[in-house]
């Protein structure tokens, strides 16, 4: 039998009754008295200098109150980067000004030049139009090869090129990953691109800044993933309000893939203008305004080399990517190719020897961020793309070289500094082969040739580090935050529970699922259980939710603030029942003493808590509220294998994806239903790369796909149905629930068994083809097939 | 947008005197000209609402023809031309509901879009594009891309379509707008086939004359055996090369032979 409530049943989300039926509560709803609206004017031209800018008939305009440039932020800080990368030569990264709006130079096709508050968007826009603005254009940096080639144009000249950093790991193997390679049986080269994506929340971002003149008070709502961190960026480093005058706050947040992460040159004007026009200022992003101004993601080229030995054990890996950066440093920029990429290179395999050498190089496109996985996407995809290139190289079945080449004992020190707690690789392939009816597979082939289809199946694995992350290690290599998180349990005198956590959901659950937990600790029922989150006001100091750490982190220290709340119930208890609190037992939202009948129930403590009549008061507290901050030990591994069966037809190249199956270890799972869910948004998201996506930019730097008419989401007809199961289970070792976390793995996972399976279609029909770059969209596909 | 005042006839008559003003645009279903109104890509002192003008809607069939008033939407196309169902077929393949449910025949041919389907429907069916002045042939109507023989001020009041023996149409769609990458419509009359494409061409629909005189021959896919499109005067774009959709044309009118009713 299921289980009906508590971790491992799978209430229905309590968030979706408001947002299915419109009373969701998202920025853009937030409107106060006062308000005005910004409009930014943007740079139509990827390089240029401005000439002149010149506002003066345009602030004459009707209903504007003020129009700002970039000169109205000298000494206002940058716009900072959260991560700094040492370089190979033990240099640090190289960091350009980010300033809020363009100052001298425009460096992307959508970069702010002014900004026009006035009282309606629309007569915002009208004053935009009367900008009398001039800019020279340069010539526009967009390969990344090109850009650091001599005599480049510099995206940021006082820079002297534009390489941010060439970063090497481990550097101290490069010597004997290149010997592994020169003396291996056989080498398997593969060159890829990973395309660059727009992550398309539903929501655009917005933001609205308030300032109480009252309090000399600032207050940003904004659509984050994090607004702890957004107060602690723009706070210390961009407008230097310390945090006691400034709040921010996330309500709703309508998705963010990562893309919402980030501090934005729009949160930080909203803030300042608030202040400096003594009105509280909205701006709302328009969809093409999204495309040129949320942080983009992946964009890696890489050549990527295999080594196998003669009994086809995999001997070294060594990758070569440039990485693009865009034109300023987004907030997690640097840490994306380089430590969530290089570290996760070994994948599911025994790989002694591993080498990766990231250049990350500055152009002029719009900055490129964390997305969905963000950076283990792409190792993942270059992994599983060159082992199964091998495979076929070399004639061998491609399940059968992974499992020879698997890691099997755990913990296992990487030869790239991680260290896998459990996993069970075998286990999810063989889960894999069974749900995915492998040995159909030949006569669902034969019955699409029948059709005149070709039809190909792929498989991947994939090993995914999350929880993202023990805040010393990432101190080490660079993070210039903690990554802890924090939660306050707050029982109240009936024995409601509100718990402020410092995760923020944009979609995941957490209101449904994090109550399950807390409600299964104390043995009560979940609906006395609610979540509080994104408001700096109320919630401690926590890091947000990304890289898959909202269950595994801020749970953790749900676990632990829940824990806390138990020891002093029990000794409030032991008091009621004057007995000691070693005898005391919870069960059921009952307190009971030891091998008697006596007992007190769960809301009879709560209320003694805050009426202390009769109480412990001279050894403990009243009340019952308890804190805890908890920083996780190591990373938390997921990992699985992915199959994906693709029909193609050979006469217009069009793919479609005919089965999708997922075998997944995230250890214990708290909500399955909420689980499934994130596996089938992230292999939407996965076969969305896969298939569809793709940001291009022309050699101007103008985005070609700045636009739904161009730019292919993925729709619900694109999908198949999925079949997932995450039945094996190898709980995490070194949190209190066991979990690894789920929120990546389906957009991780997903897009080379994508990618293996149209090679796989189209290898059966006679074409030489071992490789093609997403997405294999119909004309992409039929040209690959045909040179 | 910029601010633009709106009238709303209910005649035909009402409508071109209002279209006679300065700056004034007629505004069928919107789904085009409101997105760019959005874009401030046009700015219209008058738009000129057609959607209230009961003798411009509806779909009728007489004689061997289909009379589709100028401002019917997609989805009553789709659901009423049964007289001519590859037409209704085309009518319902395009967009999505809320477009069908907006969108009209008469904005779809008055634009002229490079990729919309009703173009190539006329074309194939040699259709007669009925106005308020006067009564203009399909072949002489589209004039490249966005462009028709309309007069400033024109409006299309219905759309005659000569109900063919068979036909189809065939839409290999872009992935991203699922405009037509490639459309091809086939349709086959006592007196021969006519193909028209839309979505290929870089001057817009066109008619298929080596295709039209196969199939004119031998109405079979096998007929089109041999016969192709110069990739020369494709469009190239991000979704697909000038050659990729000279061999979509093939493709898709073989298919559209074959599924021909
Ligand atoms: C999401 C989306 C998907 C779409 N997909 C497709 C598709 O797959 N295939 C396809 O073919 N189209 C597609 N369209 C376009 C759609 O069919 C539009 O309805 C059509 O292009 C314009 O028709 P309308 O009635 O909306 O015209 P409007 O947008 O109102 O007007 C367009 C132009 O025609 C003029 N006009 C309008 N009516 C008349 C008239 N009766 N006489 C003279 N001039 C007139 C207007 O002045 C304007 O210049 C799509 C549109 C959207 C928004």
Redesign the interface.
């Known amino acids: 039998m299921p289980k009906d409530h508590g971790i491992g049943a799978s209430p229905k989300r309590r968030e979706d009754v408001r947002f299915l039926t419109g009373a969701g509560n998202y920025t853009d709803d937030i409107n106060v008295y006062g308000q005005a609206y910004v409009h930014f004017l943007r740079s139509d031209v990827a390089h240029g200098k401005i000439t002149k800018i010149d506002t003066s008939a345009a602030a004459d305009m009707p209903g504007v109150v003020r129009i700002f440039t970039g000169a109205d932020f000298e000494g206002v800080g940058s716009i900072p980067c959260g991560w700094q990368v040492t370089d190979l030569h033990g240099e640090p990264m190289k960091e350009p000004a980010h300033p809020v709006l363009a100052q001298g130079k425009v460096r992307h096709v959508g970069d702010p030049i002014a900004a026009i508050v006035a009282d309606s968007l ?1 007569e915002a ?2 004053a935009a139009e009367a900008i009398e603005l001039d800019i020279e254009e340069l010539p526009a940096v967009v390969d990344m090869k090109a850009a650091l080639a001599d005599g480049s144009a510099l995206v940021h000249d006082d820079l002297g090129d534009n390489l941010c950093y060439e970063w090497g790991f481990v550097e101290d193997n490069r010597a004997a990953v290149d010997e592994a390679i020169k003396n291996a049986a056989h080498v398997t080269t593969l060159e890829l691109r990973n395309n660059r994506l727009v992550a398309n929340p539903m929501e655009p971002r917005v933001a609205l800044g308030e300032y109480s003149r009252a309090n000399d008070h600032s207050t940003l709502h904004t659509t984050s993933q994090n607004p702890h961190v957004i107060r602690l960026l723009m706070g210390a480093f961009v407008l230097g309000i310390p945090e006691h005058k400034l709040t921010v706050i996330a309500p709703d947040v309508g998705g963010g893939f990562g893309t919402k992460i980030f501090h934005y040159a729009e949160e930080a004007f909203v803030t300042f203008a608030s202040k400096a026009c003594n009105r509280p200022v909205k701006w709302t992003a328009s969809r ?1 305004e999204a495309f040129m101004s949320d942080a983009h993601g992946r964009d890696h080229v890489t050549k990527i080399e295999l080594a196998l030995d003669a009994d086809n054990n995999f001997t070294a890996l060594r990758c070569d990517t440039y990485a693009n950066m865009g034109a300023y440093l987004s907030t997690f920029a640097s840490s994306v190719p380089t430590w969530l990429h290089g570290t996760l290179l070994a994948g599911n395999y025994k790989t002694p020897l591993v080498y990766t050498n990231v250049k990350a190089v500055f152009t002029n496109t719009v900055p490129v961020d964390a997305y969905r996985g963000a950076g283990r996407p792409e190792a993942t995809f270059q992994i599983e793309r060159v082992v199964d290139k091998a495979a076929r190289e070399l004639g061998v079945d491609p399940i059968a070289l992974r499992r020879q080449n698997f890691i099997s004992e755990f913990p296992y020190a990487t030869p790239v500094a991680v260290e896998y707690d459990t996993g069970d690789y075998v286990a999810t392939m063989d889960k894999l082969e069974e749900i995915a009816d492998l040995s159909g597979f030949a006569a669902r082939r034969a019955e699409s040739e029948k059709n005149g289809k070709l039809r190909g199946l792929g498989v991947n694995c994939y090993i995914e580090a999350c929880g993202i992350a023990p805040s010393n290690l990432v101190g080490q290599l660079g993070a210039r935050a903690g990554l802890y998180d924090a939660a306050t349990v707050r029982v109240n005198a009936t024995g409601s529970i509100s718990v402020m956590v410092g995760a923020h959901s944009h979609g995941q659950g957490h209101e449904t699922a994090f109550p399950q937990v807390v409600a299964e600790m104390l043995g009560i029922d979940e609906s006395m259980v609610e979540i509080v989150h994104g408001d700096t006001s109320k919630v401690p100091f926590g890091m947000g939710t990304y890289g898959s750490r909202s269950l595994a982190v801020c749970g953790s220290a749900m676990v632990r603030a829940t824990e806390k709340i138990i020891n002093k119930a029990k000794k409030i208890a032991a008091h009621l029942m004057e007995a000691s609190d070693a005898d005391i037992e919870l069960k059921d939202g009952q307190f009971s003493v030891a091998g008697t009948d006596k007992s007190v129930a769960w809301g009879d403590v709560t209320l003694a808590a805050y009426v202390p009549h009769n109480y412990p008061l001279e050894d403990i507290e009243p009340g019952l509220e308890e804190t805890a901050f908890y920083d996780p030990a190591n990373f938390t591994y997921p990992s699985g294998a992915y199959a994906c069966e693709v029909e193609l037809d050979p ?4 793919v479609t994806i005919e089965r999708f199956s997922a075998a997944d270890d995230f250890g214990n799972v708290v909500n399955p239903m909420i689980v499934e869910g994130q596996v089938h948004g992230g292999i939407g998201q996965g076969v969305g790369q896969a298939l ?1 996506e ?1 940001a ?1 930019y022309d050699e101007n730097g103008q985005l ?2 700045a636009s ?6 993925p729709r619900a007809d694109d999908l198949p149905f999925y079949t997932v199961d995450h039945s094996c289970q190898t709980p995490c070792t070194h949190n209190p629930l066991g979990v690894k976390g789920c929120g990546e793995a389906g957009a991780i996972g997903s897009p080379p068994s994508v990618i293996n399976a149209v090679i796989d279609a189209m290898q059966s029909g006679g074409f030489k083809v071992d490789h093609m770059d997403m997405p294999a ?3 992409r596909v ?2 690959a097939m045909h040179g | ?3 633009f005042e709106i009238g709303r006839p209910s005649t035909v008559a009402d409508a071109v005197a209002a279209l006679g003003k300065d700056e004034a645009q007629a505004l069928g279903g919107g789904q085009t000209l409101i997105p760019t109104l959005k ?2 890509l046009a700015s219209p002192e008058t738009l000129v609402s057609l959607t209230g003008i009961a003798e411009m809607k509806g779909v009728c069939a007489e004689d061997g023809a289909l009379s589709i008033g100028g401002g019917t939407n997609h989805a009553t196309v789709a659901a009423e031309a049964s007289a001519y169902p590859a037409l209704a077929a085309l009518a319902g393949g395009i967009g999505d509901p809320a477009v069908r449910n907006r969108g009209t025949i008469g904005g779809s041919l008055a634009n002229n879009d490079p990729a919309a389907c009703y173009p190539s429907a006329a074309l194939a069916s040699g259709a007669t594009i009925v106005t308020n002045t006067r009564e203009i042939a399909a072949d002489d109507f589209f004039d490249g891309l966005f462009t028709t023989a309309l007069e400033e001020g024109e409006i299309i009041t219905s759309v005659r379509f000569p109900v063919p023996e068979a036909a189809a149409y065939m839409k ?1 769609e872009q ?3 699922r405009f037509a ?1 490639v459309g091809v419509f086939v349709a086959k009359y006592a007196d021969g086939v006519r193909v028209a494409v839309t979505g290929g061409s870089e001057d817009g629909v066109f008619r298929w004359s080596a295709a039209e005189d196969a199939l004119s021959a031998n109405f079979s896919a096998e007929a089109l055996d041999g016969v192709s499109v110069d990739a020369d005067g494709m469009i190239t ?5 000038a050659a ?1 959709r000279a ?2 044309i093939g ?1 898709m009118t073989k298919r559209a032979v074959a599924a021909a009713q």
């Open positions: 629309e826009r009208n093409s006469d217009t190249g069009k569809l793709n291009a070609l796909s739904y008419m161009d730019y292919a989401m969209s119909p004309g039929w040209a | 947008m910029y601010s874009q401030r290999f992935p991203a707008s990458m774009d991000l979704h697909g090369s990729y061999h979509l493709v």
